[in-house]
């Protein structure tokens, strides 16, 4: 499933083609992704513009300013779940800017949401998997709609801090790495990404959290966190089987990858001379350095 960063690079790849613009016309080929797509949906889009893209979590948000009908700002809420992707072709008909490394799994077909914006630029949504899934909510009431409610601080922004995460994991038993993916304490953050994280500021995925709610160590992690995750995005998210950017540019941040899917291999830190390991926790797949991660 798409992380942060590729969330984010996603939703720098739409804003050029969206934000400022009229969405002429928008059409729905089904009535369910994930979830049944809002009532009127396709109708209650069109001829709306979209002021601007922000991020919360993984999901991206398209602000929508109020229409004819409307008399409120609406939020567009679109999750890429395990195979969404958008691609977007210009006016004359190309897809742009760029060439897919590989093509979708099954074209047209399961091309579900078509955005056609007035500048004659096509948006279109694809998930051959259906996991993703769009809503419709009112801006108003965006923070606590089902979605984004309960959610904890942004990894990036000036929300998270070590007193936060000291406060979070403060008595609480669970792994670490449990911690750090449970949405309530950091939206956002995934397996991958977490893997990493906890490798470079040299914390165990097998801690408990309250093990680790010391200003030291918190610090340390927030530190790597910020620093895995900006990184990542620069390098334009990881290339994950069905993941692609908008314009085809498929990330290369895996190429980066200190412990995630290197079981067996030696570790790059410097000096540590340890092997990759390879646990299960909570069903998930974890990659550390027993040697340079205590």
Same mark, same amino acid.
Do not use: C, I, M, Y
């Given at each position: 499933m798409p992380e942060l960063p590729e969330v984010e690079t996603v939703r720098r790849g739409l804003a050029p083609a969206m934000e400022g613009r009229i969405l002429a016309c928008v059409t729905q080929h089904r009535p369910?992704? !994930?979830?049944?797509l809002p009532e009127r949906f396709a109708a209650r889009l069109s001829g709306r513009r979209i002021s601007h893209l922000t991020r919360r979590a993984k999901y991206i948000l398209a602000?929508?300013?109020?229409?004819?009908?409307?008399?409120s700002e609406d939020v567009l809420i679109m999750h890429l779940g395990m195979s969404g992707r958008f691609t977007i072709h210009g006016a004359d008909g190309?897809?742009?800017p760029g060439l897919f490394h590989h093509g979708a799994p099954g074209g047209e077909r399961h091309d579900h949401i078509v955005f056609d914006m007035e500048d004659g630029t096509r948006i279109v949504y694809a998930d051959h998997r259906r996991f993703g899934f769009m809503d419709l909510v009112p801006a108003a009431s965006l923070e606590t709609c089902r979605h984004l409610a309960g959610l904890g601080p942004e990894p990036l922004g000036n929300e998270f801090s070590a007193d936060v995460l000291t406060a979070?994991?403060?008595? !609480?038993?669970?792994?670490?790495?449990?911690a750090l993916l449970d949405q309530r304490n950091v939206a956002?953050?995934?397996n991958i990404y977490v893997c990493e994280a906890l490798w470079r500021s040299g914390i165990s995925p097998k801690r408990s959290a309250a093990s680790v709610a010391g200003p030291a160590r918190t610090a340390r992690l927030v530190r790597a966190i910020r620093d895995v995750l900006g990184e990542a995005i620069a390098a334009g998210g990881s290339t994950l089987r069905d993941y692609a950017h908008t314009d085809g540019e498929l990330g290369y941040f895996q190429h980066s990858f200190a412990v995630y899917d290197r079981e067996g291999q030696a570790c790059s830190k410097p000096g540590c001379g340890g092997t990759v390991r390879r646990i299960v926790q909570s069903a998930r797949s974890t990659f550390y350095c027993p040697a340079c991660q205590r």
């Open positions: 369910d992704l !994930r979830f049944p602000h929508v300013e109020p229409g004819a009908q409307e008399r190309a897809r742009a979070r994991f403060k008595g !609480r038993r669970t792994p670490v790495k449990s956002g953050l995934g």
